[in-house]
């Protein structure tokens, strides 16, 4: 087995990861206030998310939801939350590479990998994969 270093090493630079930091904040926000513009700018239009969804006595089932799904049910207030322990943060960037990069989002409800593109918009999360992690919404 080789392992290879990369030709171009990873961005540390402080704007870099402010700006992914500040499109992830406009998906998990847009969600919570209930607001399909700040949702809409966060995600590339050809949004991948998925979650492992437990069925009971089935197998587990990967559920997708593409962008326009998650930008219809942001303005139906779906994910609207006002309670401030409920939507606190937690952005790990973990990586930025050229012009992807990849972060970990903890919430009050959810854990998600998120992988974000750099368009000539700025960065917008093109795949994500999550789970709850509110003990009460298991159900996917």
Same mark, same amino acid.
């Given at each position: 087995?080789?392992?290879?270093?990369?030709?171009?090493?990873?961005?540390?630079?402080?704007?870099?990861?402010?700006?992914?930091?500040?499109?992830?904040?406009? +998906?998990?926000? /847009?969600? +919570?206030? /209930?607001?399909?513009?700040?949702?809409?700018?966060? !995600?590339?239009?050809? !949004?991948?998310?998925?979650? +492992?969804?437990?069925?009971?006595? =089935?197998?587990?089932? !990967?559920?997708?939801?593409?962008?326009? !799904?998650?930008?219809?049910?942001?303005?139906?207030?779906?994910?609207?939350?006002?309670?401030?322990?409920?939507?606190?943060?937690?952005?790990?960037?973990?990586?930025?590479?050229?012009?992807?990069?990849?972060? =970990?989002?903890?919430?009050?409800?959810?854990?998600? +990998?998120?992988?974000?593109?750099?368009?000539?918009?700025?960065?917008?999360?093109?795949?994500?994969?999550?789970?709850?992690?509110?003990?009460? =919404?298991?159900? /996917?």
């Amino acid at each position: 087995m080789t392992v290879q270093q990369p030709t171009r090493p990873a961005t540390t630079d402080p704007a870099d990861v402010a700006a992914v930091v500040a499109t992830l904040e406009d +998906y998990f926000l /847009g969600w +919570y206030d /209930g607001d399909p513009d700040r949702m809409r700018r966060a !995600l590339h239009p050809d !949004l991948a998310k998925r979650s +492992y969804v437990s069925q009971g006595d =089935r197998p587990p089932l !990967l559920r997708a939801v593409t962008a326009a !799904l998650m930008i219809g049910w942001t303005a139906e207030g779906e994910g609207r939350e006002t309670d401030p322990d409920r939507r606190r943060l937690s952005i790990v960037v973990d990586e930025i590479h050229d012009s992807i990069a990849t972060a =970990r989002v903890d919430s009050a409800m959810y854990r998600e +990998y998120v992988h974000l593109v750099r368009t000539p918009d700025g960065w917008r999360v093109a795949n994500t994969l999550w789970t709850w992690t509110d003990p009460e =919404r298991r159900d /996917g």
